[in-house]
């Protein structure tokens, strides 16, 4: 199993890839005028990737424009499917053993974005306000998508007819995919309802996906597991799915994510305040023997953020690599008792401290270990909620400039994280701060300096920090809570 991310061919991605750690990359098919992704094209990717240290091992989606026509069952189809079929082959030839795609007609459906935890925006899905403004929902043709108008259907499909089509297009693509040496994996239908618009979703159950993988036996018919969509159905045991899927060798490549809530009204949260069992999920994929890559799936916005959204995903690939770091051997469990996190911040920045709370900080710490706090930015920090942690030897000082001598407050375990560490030891030195041997009541996320190219690194890094330091909290944490109940 294999930690991924979907990035383009762009150098900020590439490095952004590297510097968290991550050397398995998703890439989505671009729109062609051929209908279909060509070797030249696939193989400039491969190329792109390949010379800045990474590996392609995946294509996800090629555009719903490539194949619309059969999942409406419409003239045309058996063209769309013969340029599939190319698509297929050009994949093996490059060798990229994967292609996944959904059989959503309409797209992912979605009606709004909340305020989260510290005020991150998340995307939240709810029935009725579908329904209410049904045009709006569609949000795979969003604005962000100018040269894709929303379009409504002008025809309606039933159940049946939706089977058939997939069908119809399973027993042709198929024999295509097993030829090429490339394995389709099918995502759920997102949001995982019936039907919208008139449009039926047969991808919305778990008793779908296995209907699914069993329509047209090939070993090239598997799913791309989404389980952030999984966590959506209603009654589903995320984990147990992972399990039966995962033992039919049926998942060909997964995304990790979690949500709050299931249908009719489900919000995506950051992955530690979900509603799985985050530790017991990734435990699952290992026990089935899952070998694919397991891609960190959507993430909240969070504060100062860049158009790739890398602070979030950032917090997402850190908590990831915390949960495989616990394997089966738990070094936090050996803590007195559970650390909290604290992010070393410019106290004086709002951004700062938004992002605080965002990425789930307990509390927070002045940014290069400011030897005085001036009594009213205590009280501004104050007003987030979060506690403020300094060294024991740090001072407050009053409006008049004089110290009062008082730590704020009087925590004597406190580890700091390295401020600065290579990408290829930043989860050594995590673990050092840690599992420091006298224990520690807190544990302080510093800031690095800014990398040549890569101004924002600092925040990325210290989020990524925070959700492996999470991570490993809450496993240790798990691993208590069972071994006081007798579990082990």
Not at 230 to 254: C, N, T
Request: net charge negative.
């Amino acid at each position: 199993m294999e930690i991924a991310l979907q990035i383009g061919t762009t150098e900020e991605e590439a490095a952004f890839a590297r510097r968290v750690g991550v050397r398995h990359i998703v890439w989505g098919g671009p729109e062609t005028p051929t209908g279909y992704l060509d070797l030249a094209t696939l193989q400039q990717a491969v190329d792109f990737f390949t010379a800045r240290g990474l590996r392609l091992g995946a294509v996800e989606n090629v555009p719903i424009s490539f194949y619309d026509r059969v999942m409406f069952g419409l003239p045309g189809r058996d063209q769309q499917i013969d340029n599939y079929c190319r698509t297929l082959a050009n994949l093996g030839k490059v060798g990229i053993p994967v292609l996944g795609y959904h059989w959503m007609a309409l797209g992912g459906i979605s009606t709004d974005q909340v305020r989260g935890r510290g005020g991150a925006l998340e995307r939240l899905f709810d029935l009725e306000a579908a329904h209410r403004a049904p045009a709006a929902a569609l949000d795979w043709r969003g604005p962000w998508r100018p040269e894709r108008p929303v379009h409504l259907p002008d025809i309606e499909v039933t159940t049946e007819q939706m089977w058939a089509n997939l069908e119809y297009f399973l027993r042709r693509v198929l024999p295509a995919a097993e030829a090429a040496g490339v394995r389709l994996a099918a995502h759920p239908d997102d949001a995982p309802i019936g039907s919208f618009l008139g449009v039926a979703r047969i991808l919305s159950r778990a008793e779908d996906l296995l209907r699914l993988v069993e329509c047209v036996p090939s070993p090239a018919n598997g799913l791309d597991f989404c389980q952030g969509t999984v966590s959506e159905m209603p009654g589903v045991d995320v984990v147990a799915a992972i399990r039966q899927f995962g033992r039919l060798g049926k998942i060909h490549f997964a995304h990790f994510r979690d949500t709050q809530g299931t249908v009719p009204r489900f919000t995506e949260v950051f992955m530690d305040e979900g509603d799985t069992d985050m530790q017991a999920a990734f435990g699952a994929y290992r026990e089935v023997g899952f070998e694919g890559l397991l891609r960190a799936d959507h993430t909240p916005w969070v504060a100062g953020d860049n158009r790739h959204a890398h602070r979030g995903f950032a917090f997402e690939i850190g908590y990831m690599r915390g949960l495989a770091a616990a394997g089966g051997t738990h070094p936090a469990a050996d803590l007195p008792a559970a650390p909290r996190l604290a992010m070393a911040a410019c106290l004086e920045q709002d951004e700062d401290l938004m992002l605080a709370q965002q990425l789930g900080a307990d509390m927070v710490a002045p940014h290069q270990g400011a030897a005085t706090i001036a009594p009213a930015v205590r009280n501004r920090v104050s007003r987030i909620s979060l506690p403020l942690v300094m060294d024991a030897a740090a001072t407050l000082t009053s409006a008049e400039g004089n110290p009062d001598h008082r730590p704020s407050p009087p925590l004597p375990r406190v580890a700091y994280t390295a401020r600065d560490w290579a990408d290829s030891a930043q989860t050594r030195q995590l673990e050092q701060a840690l599992n420091r041997p006298e224990g520690t009541d807190v544990i302080v996320v510093e800031r690095p300096a800014p990398r040549p190219g890569a101004p924002d690194w600092p925040h990325q890094a210290q989020a990524f920090a925070l959700g492996y330091l999470r991570a490993r909290v809450q496993s240790g944490v798990a691993v208590r809570a069972a071994a006081d109940a007798g579990g082990g």
